[in-house]
């Protein structure tokens, strides 16, 4: 499957169209959005982890002790 990072714009494999088919309209997808378009062996959309903006600012703004 061919996914969009940006959006939820995807392809599957099992939508009917060839190898060849999917990746131009990845490409399409790109040249229109600017969008990053990825690809998965994965018949389902890869999730990623939600994660608290707080937690994360706290950790990235902290000093560090070496």
């Given amino acids: 499957m061919k996914y969009c990072h940006n959006c939820e714009w995807a392809v599957h494999e099992t939508d009917g169209y060839t190898a060849q088919e999917r990746k131009e309209q990845a490409l399409e997808h790109h ?13 389902i959309r890869p999730q990623v982890p ?17």
């Fill in 50 to 66: 939600t994660v608290c903006e707080e937690i994360l600012l706290e950790e990235l703004l902290e000093p560090t002790t070496f």
């Fill in 31 to 43: 040249i229109e959005t600017g969008h990053t378009v990825d690809s998965s062996d994965s018949a």
